[in-house]
């Protein structure tokens, strides 16, 4: 979706006074018997759905559709919520202004330079059947675009939807599309902000969708007595061989203010598997000490990760994904993280 269209979506939320924080649906399908018919726009909020169909100029027949729309409308699929009908455009046919105010539709006039980022969806749903419907299944929460959101809504405390958008620098639409899908799951409320309400059920949610040990490469025995002097002589180790790597979980949450930490155990990613042999140079045989968990990233964590007492971590955002990947001792950790990061 086009980044800009978040701008022609701001227009219409602050012309129709509904809340930046309401959920938007492009290529709405209201089921008319064995069918479906389209409407271009649907924008959810509270108790309240807002019906927009959008052509470039808004006639009798738009102004018709649109009120024929609202009689067929099963009732049971808008969950009794109030229905408001708007025709919005580049320009209005003077005589359709008194047939829209006797039939209850709203017209809204969108300024040519926004709705030239609508010209092309909206000529792409014009060229479809008139029963066509297409949705996208939304992102999981953990992938890189998601994830992103979903971070900021934990340390960051944003508002509404455009300052998520912004922020992350994730598209408005998949920003709006991820908001409303942690929403519909009882994850968070966009009420009056946007504020995580069950973040046990968040993680949970982490943890069957991307769980660590699904990305492990190979556990290490080492003779460390801890994982602190383990970590401090891998990180010197690599660090002097030019080999990239970045601790996680336990191992990095401490660098941000966690005060859980496992001594027993050490948490690394290796993104070229070919550095291993690096790595085995720690293991003993038969030895008793600090394991190393060794995984490779199937994305990108160098770019974000950064250098603390010469030890190469991972970001925040990553680090409370991975621990939150844990099971429950890492959901605990993740969530002293959040915690600690938003103070």
């Avoid at 926004?114 to 092309?120: A, E, G, I, V, W």
């Avoid at 942690?182 to 995580?196: N, Q």
Wanted: hydrophobic share 40%; charged share 25%; glycine share 6%.
């Amino acid at each position: 979706m086009n980044e800009d269209l978040k701008l022609v979506y701001q227009f219409i939320l602050e012309k129709l006074q509904i809340s930046p924080n309401a959920k938007i649906e492009w290529s709405y399908p209201i089921p008319v018997g064995e069918r479906e018919l389209l409407i271009d726009l649907a924008i959810e909020y509270r108790d309240t759905i807002t019906l927009v169909e959008i052509k470039p100029r808004i006639n009798e027949d738009t102004i018709y559709r649109v009120y024929a729309l609202s009689h067929l409308i099963n009732k049971q699929v808008v969950d009794k919520r109030d229905i408001r009908l708007v025709c919005a455009g580049k320009s209005l046919k003077y005589s359709t202004q008194e047939l829209a105010a006797r039939l209850g539709v709203e017209t809204l006039l969108i300024p040519p330079k926004l709705y030239h980022y609508l010209s092309s969806i909206v000529t792409a749903s014009e060229g479809r059947a008139p029963f066509e419907h297409s949705k996208a299944s939304p992102s999981r929460l953990t992938s890189e675009k998601a994830w992103k959101i979903v971070c900021s809504l934990l340390t960051d405390k944003p508002p509404n939807i455009l300052s998520v958008s912004k922020k992350t620098g994730v598209s408005y639409g998949w920003t709006n599309n991820i908001i409303h899908k942690l929403e519909d799951s009882g994850i968070i409320t966009v009420d009056y902000d946007l504020r995580i309400k069950d973040m046990d059920k968040l993680f949970n949610v982490v943890s069957w969708e991307r769980a660590l040990e699904g990305l492990l490469l190979e556990t290490i025995n080492t003779n460390f007595s801890t994982a602190t002097r383990c970590i401090n002589e891998v990180a010197l180790n690599l660090n002097r061989l030019g080999i990239d790597y970045a601790f996680t979980a336990h191992s990095s949450a401490v660098s941000y203010g966690s005060s859980i930490m496992r001594e027993d155990t050490a948490y690394l990613y290796l993104p070229n598997p070919s550095d291993r042999e690096a790595i085995r140079s720690f293991s003993e045989r038969g030895a008793g000490g600090c394991r190393l968990k060794v995984y490779v990233p199937e994305r990108d964590i160098m770019k974000s990760s950064t250098m603390f007492n010469g030890i190469r971590i991972v970001d925040l955002c990553q680090n409370i994904l991975d621990l939150a990947g844990l099971g429950m001792d890492g959901r605990i950790a993740a969530k002293d993280l959040v915690n600690k990061s938003g103070k």
